[in-house]
Each structure stands twice: as C-alpha cells, then as structure tokens.
C-alpha cells in the first residue's frame, strides 16, 4: 500500500501565478479531506469529501481556493491567483469513514508551497 | 462551532521524564477523541483513539490518553519519554453534530533532551 501520495512535494511560485495541488488518496477510503498547516494557525480543515462529494467547505478562505474529486483516486486542490499568506504546507489525507471502530486520517507527505 | 485547545505551545523535558499534553475541546455531545503525532520531517500519524468504552486509551509507543467527560479533556501521557518521541503533537476532535469533520487543536511541540 503506497499510502495517501501527493505531489508536488515543493512549490515555488510567484504572486498571481496558479498552484494546483494533486493527491491521490489510498485505495478503498470513501474519505478525502485538505488541511493546510502553518506556524500561526496550525493544522486547519479547507475541504472535505465523502464518496467525491465536498461535504463541508467552510475551511475554504476565498473563492481563490477551490477543490476538486472527480473520482475516487484523485483530488485537486487549486489555488488561483496565488497570494504570499497562502505559503504552507498543504496536507491531504483519506480515511476510510464506513466503519467507525478502524476510522484513523492517513496522511500523506503534504505540499510545501511558497508563494513569492 | 467545535473547537480543540491545547495548552502548550513548547514543551522541553530531559529523557526519562513525564510527559503531560493537554487536550480540551468545546463540544458537549458525543464526540470521538484522537491524538495524531508529527515526527520531524515526516507526516502526521494516529497515535492513539477513542470512541467508546473505557475511557483511558492505550496507544503506540507507550502513550495513552485519558476522556474525562466532565472536564471535556482528552490529556495525553507517557510515563517515561525517549528522545525519539521529539515531535509535535496534535489532539483532534470529532463530533457528528459537527458534521463528522474533524478538528485539530494547535499542537505542542515536545523537544526531548538526550
């Protein structure tokens, strides 16, 4: 099991430019949920999905973040323009919510992104 | 809204030590109670859960956790620290009232002196 893969594992952009983050969640998991992660605020919930459906996104912070599952194995996190507070690492994990006794997040690597 | 504090930012001990982690949460009603550990350089991981049952939780690496209802607390302990659990530590709270999303506290980062 090659757990929950996301890439970039770095990007550097520049002000305005786009920055889609891409993750493909471990096989099997009906869950798929975006955190970003920064010094100031911690970990923070931007979007989550349950069967490809976003389920809650009042984590996102503008309508310059939006958040894409068009199938069970992949999702985009797309960021547009991009700002310098968007600067952090972006963590996308799966779960698989069925069964609530093995229901645990699995991680994956998270993007680091600098915005310039 | 739910919401997860944790009361250490930094915690800096010497191996051997104890180690206490704070963990309150917002919410009165049904809740599932994790803590997620993030070692240096790595990704985040579960280190222990609770759901149901008896209300003190054994982990991995020696870590367990203790739910007080009443105290709305979820504190995590390890008797004897080991400079490999340098880390930062996350409680994270689940409720379905909320809409089953989980929601992190800010995390502690534990430093651990060899």
């Known amino acids: 099991d090659a757990g929950v893969i996301q890439s970039p594992r770095h990007e550097v952009t520049e002000m305005g430019q786009e920055v889609t983050l891409r993750c493909k969640p471990i096989?099997?998991?009906?869950?798929l949920f975006w955190y970003r992660q920064t010094m100031m605020r911690g970990l923070e919930l931007l979007i989550y999905?349950?069967?490809?459906?976003?389920?809650?996104d009042s984590g996102m912070p503008e309508d310059r973040f939006s958040a894409k599952m068009p199938n069970a194995s992949f999702s985009t996190l797309k960021i547009q323009p991009s700002e310098p507070r968007d600067s952090a690492v972006y963590f996308c994990?799966?779960?698989?919510?069925?069964?609530?006794?093995?229901?645990?997040?699995?991680f994956g690597s998270g993007t680091q992104l600098s915005v310039l | 809204a739910q919401s997860v504090s944790q009361h250490n930012h930094h915690v800096i001990l010497s191996e051997a030590a104890s180690l206490e982690l704070g963990c309150n949460y917002s919410y009165g009603g049904t809740v599932n109670l994790f803590w997620y550990v993030q070692y240096p350089g790595q990704h985040l991981q579960l280190l222990l859960k609770y759901f149901s049952g008896d209300p003190l939780v054994k982990g991995i690496k020696g870590f367990e956790a203790e739910f007080i209802k009443s105290k709305f607390s979820f504190n995590l302990r390890k008797p004897s620290v080991q400079w490999s659990d340098t880390a930062e530590y996350f409680c994270?709270?689940?409720?379905?009232?909320?809409?089953?999303?989980?929601?992190f506290g800010g995390g502690t980062r534990v430093l651990v002196k060899p």
């Open positions: 999905f349950n069967n490809n459906v976003p389920i809650d």
């Open positions: 994990a799966s779960s698989d919510s069925k069964t609530e006794a093995n229901e645990k997040l699995f």
């Open positions: 096989s099997g998991h009906n869950s």
């Open positions: 994270a709270v689940k409720s379905k009232a909320a809409g089953n999303k989980l929601t």
